[in-house]
């Protein structure tokens, strides 16, 4: 347990499936079209073409690709320039004097632009969020979040693909709150740099500690907290973004939360599996696994699977984070941040 201290104190939308679809139609009609005018305007070169009968490959390869690039989603992953060594089938400890130090080191999030790299570290009694740019080819040697407030604690980062920054923090509610609990909280980047003042997911905290939060691509919420109703000491709920807000938290039930500790969920983007820490259950090897859900087609969630040892030791591992290419997969073990290839999964992602 010393190695997370912290513990003790959107494709399913039906809105952008129309979107897809729109998208996936027009392309085609634009693809014809676009060939249409070709075929019109430049007959002595499709003549040429045609003699060595590569018009028909030429005007394949032209319309497969009008539509790919139209039926991907409107936001797309930037190519993030890792640090090498890349790892394999082994955990390596990633940025090891930068990001994994000396210190105890934790969680992982990239920038949607790919160049800033924020994670959490203990620091004089406190978590703080750290951050590290990559600029001429190097990460930089790594600073306080601009948006830190030094009276607080704050910790698990996430950015969502429009920079919007969940947290958590020990920062008050509001006037005259004394519950020494951990919130979740969000801000949003400005044009000049800075930051939006620190705001509540509406209905999702509670007067008791809510910690590490994972978003899917269509807003809904997943995160752990110790609140009234817990199966367990620590349960991960699911808080769904409906027409703008946050609905009322949701116990995810015995599939996934026992009567041990479950807590920092990671979800994917497509909300078709989950990775989260559990403590103490009968097959783990340390004192702390990360496990796995995967998503049925009736929608409802697999029993739980312990990752296995290439995952997993004797110690503790927790903080799972998934890159938006999902090439890598980052978390959390003796005081560093690790990262390993996807491939190496229990399960096949898409």
């Not at 010393?2 to 693809?31: G, H, V």
């Not at 032209?62 to 936001?75: F, H, K």
């Not at 497509?270 to 995967?294: C, H, K, N, P, W």
């Not at 984070?321 to 996807?342: P, R």
């Amino acid at each position: 347990m010393e190695d997370a201290p912290y513990l003790i104190s959107f494709f399913l939308d039906t809105s952008k499936n129309r979107k897809r679809r729109w998208c996936s139609n027009e392309c085609m009609r634009q693809s014809r079209k676009i060939t249409r005018v070709l075929l019109q305007k430049n007959k002595n070169l499709l003549i040429t073409f045609m003699l060595g009968k590569s018009i028909i490959v030429v005007f394949l390869i032209m319309s497969a690709m009008l539509t790919m690039q139209c039926t991907q989603e409107g936001r797309h992953p930037i190519p993030i320039s890792y640090p090498e060594p890349l790892p394999d089938s082994v955990a390596l400890s990633f940025l090891p004097g930068i990001v994994s130090s000396d210190s105890l080191d934790f969680n992982a999030t990239f920038s949607p632009d790919g160049k800033r790299f924020y994670f959490s570290r203990s620091s004089k009694g406190k978590w703080m969020i750290y951050v590290t740019e990559l600029s001429g080819g190097s990460w930089s040697k790594p600073v306080l979040a601009p948006f830190t407030e030094a009276e607080y604690s704050q910790a698990d980062p996430f950015i969502t693909s429009d920079g919007t920054l969940f947290y958590i923090s020990n920062r008050p509610r509001h006037i005259g709150d004394t519950i020494p609990d951990y919130d979740i909280w969000f801000i949003r980047p400005q044009n000049d740099g800075s930051w939006t003042k620190p705001v509540e997911p509406k209905g999702v905290n509670s007067d008791s500690t809510e910690y590490y939060v994972s978003l899917s691509a269509n807003g809904n919420l997943y995160f752990a907290s110790n609140r009234a109703g817990t199966l367990g000491s620590h349960d991960i709920y699911l808080s769904r973004y409906v027409d703008g807000a946050y609905t009322i938290p949701e116990n995810l039930g015995l599939a996934v939360n026992s009567e041990q500790m479950e807590h920092d969920p990671m979800i994917s983007p497509d909300e078709q599996f989950l990775i989260f820490t559990s403590v103490d259950r009968a097959d783990s090897y340390g004192s702390g696994d990360l496990y796995y859900s995967l998503r049925n087609n009736d929608g409802m969630w697999t029993p739980a699977r312990n990752m296995g040892t290439k995952f997993n030791t004797r110690s503790y591992e927790y903080c799972t984070y998934l890159t938006a290419d999902k090439q890598y997969l980052f978390y959390s073990t003796n005081y560093d941040v690790k990262w390993i290839d996807t491939k190496h999964l229990p399960w096949t992602i898409h």
